[in-house]
């Protein structure tokens, strides 16, 4: 492609609807590299949904797993990550992301989030409550952990396409 390319992965956080994986698609394409969705590769390796991992072995178990895989696409070298809305929270995997990639936290508005998170049931943690409070909540909660991103990109109901632009030219790349 046009674009420069960059010497890290760029690892692409924030909440759950933000759009990373469809961002991330778009922005790999836009690299002209690869593009691989954390989530995806926690179900391939358990043979298990992320829902199915959650009910039977509980949060903290998706957390050690999730750590594992990250570290593993990170040393692989991939060009662009998404990973699920808890990986960054937990101190070891954003230390991790931190020391060796580039870091991208997607920032939006609750009602887009809320809006993009109904069209998909397959979140365990927006099956405890209201979806709307519970997305207030960890928005809330997790917000100094985004915020060391290295880079800060705020979405709202952009179009995904415009996202992934405003990520490279943000980067520099
Ligand atoms: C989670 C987000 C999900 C998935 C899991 C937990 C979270 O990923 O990893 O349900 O803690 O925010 P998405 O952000 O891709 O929905």
Partial sequence: GL???IDRPVVLVGLMGVGKSTVGRRLAALLDTDFIDVDEEIERAADRSVSEIFEAHGELYFRAGERRVIARLVEEG?????TGGGAFVDPETRA?????AIAVWLDCDIDTLVERTARRDSRPLLRKGDP???LTQLKDQRGDAYAEAQVHVVTDDAPHTETALSILSAIDA
């Fill in 78 to 82: 991939h060009g662009v990550i998404a």
């Fill in 96 to 100: 991790l992301i931190l020391d060796r």
């Fill in 3 to 5: 674009a420069r390319r």
């Fill in 132 to 134: 709307r409070a519970i």
